[in-house]
């Protein structure tokens, strides 16, 4: 199955009314499945991880609204619509609360296909590849020899550019080890550029470059721009 089918619920006692929200659904292109209550909704929950659920809020043994409460509670970027002839303006008010999609019957198909189209863009979100999840970083090459200059600090004590460039070589090596952290990513470039911005001159790597070197190879291998390479402009 394609990554962007998503999973629907619909739960309806009305037979007539779960092969409408299936004639409405289907064609999206995604896998829609129907149950007739919700203890037969529930059994799902272990095959499906379900991006969407279209709710009847009179259903046999449970009111939908609870229903919808409990499923938002164990899938929190589940989208949910009741769907409901009563039209109640508390009811209407505590669906806000749970963060459910009121629909009125009779509704509009407009308003099925927005919940699906919100479900489609979480679930979107999900599939980012990690390269592209991992947030540029500015580009400073072209101002980086200069930034001492810019800024004219004062020294800072031995110990703590000792501490600086210690916190440099931890992160890089966590990156080296462990691939595209987007924590140690921010250590290691603001540390960098605080380095640089004091003017701060740190030993080579084993691999004989400067910091600023490795981790613009670092980035650059997961497919992100370099930052501080004068040539990354």
Same mark, same amino acid.
Request: a negative charge; one cysteine or more; proline letters at 6%.
């Given at each position: 199955?394609?990554?962007? +089918?998503?999973?629907?619920?619909?739960? @309806?006692? &009305?037979?007539?009314?779960?092969?409408?929200?299936? $004639?409405?659904?289907?064609? *999206?292109?995604?896998?829609?499945?129907?149950?007739?209550?919700?203890?037969?909704?529930?059994?799902?929950?272990?095959?499906?991880?379900?991006?969407?659920?279209?709710?009847?809020?009179? *259903?046999?043994?449970? $009111?939908?609204?609870?229903?919808?409460?409990?499923?938002?509670?164990?899938?929190?970027? /589940?989208?949910?619509?009741?769907? =409901?002839? @009563? =039209?109640?303006?508390?009811?209407?008010?505590?669906?806000?609360?749970?963060?459910? =999609?009121?629909?009125?019957?009779?509704?509009?198909?407009?308003?099925?296909?927005?919940?699906?189209?919100?479900?489609?863009?979480?679930?979107?979100?999900?599939?980012?590849? +990690?390269?592209?999840?991992?947030?540029?970083?500015?580009?400073?090459?072209?101002?980086? &020899?200069?930034?001492?200059?810019?800024?004219?600090?004062? %020294? *800072?004590?031995?110990?703590?550019? &000792?501490?600086?460039?210690?916190?440099?070589?931890?992160?890089?090596?966590?990156?080296? /080890?462990?691939?595209?952290?987007?924590?140690?990513?921010?250590?290691?470039?603001?540390?960098? *550029? %605080?380095?640089?911005?004091?003017?701060?001159?740190?030993?080579? =790597?084993?691999?004989?470059? +400067?910091?600023?070197?490795?981790?613009? &190879?670092?980035?650059? %291998?997961?497919?992100?721009?370099?930052?501080?390479?004068?040539?990354?402009?």
């Amino acid at each position: 199955m394609d990554e962007n +089918t998503l999973h629907i619920l619909v739960i @309806d006692d &009305d037979e007539g009314m779960r092969h409408l929200l299936f $004639e409405l659904l289907a064609p *999206l292109g995604h896998q829609v499945i129907m149950a007739s209550s919700a203890e037969e909704g529930l059994a799902q929950l272990p095959y499906y991880t379900f991006d969407a659920a279209f709710l009847d809020h009179n *259903l046999p043994g449970m $009111e939908g609204l609870v229903l919808g409460e409990y499923l938002k509670k164990n899938n929190p970027d /589940m989208k949910i619509a009741l769907v =409901t002839g @009563d =039209t109640s303006p508390r009811l209407e008010r505590l669906c806000g609360e749970y963060d459910i =999609t009121f629909i009125g019957k009779p509704f509009e198909r407009l308003e099925v296909v927005r919940v699906v189209e919100e479900a489609e863009h979480e679930a979107a979100l999900e599939h980012v590849p +990690t390269e592209q999840a991992l947030s540029p970083s500015p580009v400073v090459s072209e101002y980086f &020899d200069a930034l001492p200059d810019i800024f004219a600090l004062p %020294s *800072l004590p031995q110990r703590v550019q &000792d501490q600086l460039g210690w916190h440099i070589q931890e992160a890089l090596g966590r990156m080296r /080890m462990h691939g595209p952290s987007e924590g140690d990513r921010v250590i290691a470039y603001s540390a960098l *550029l %605080s380095a640089r911005v004091l003017g701060l001159r740190l030993a080579k =790597t084993r691999k004989g470059k +400067t910091p600023w070197e490795e981790y613009d &190879d670092l980035v650059e %291998s997961w497919g992100c721009k370099p930052s501080f390479r004068v040539d990354a402009g």
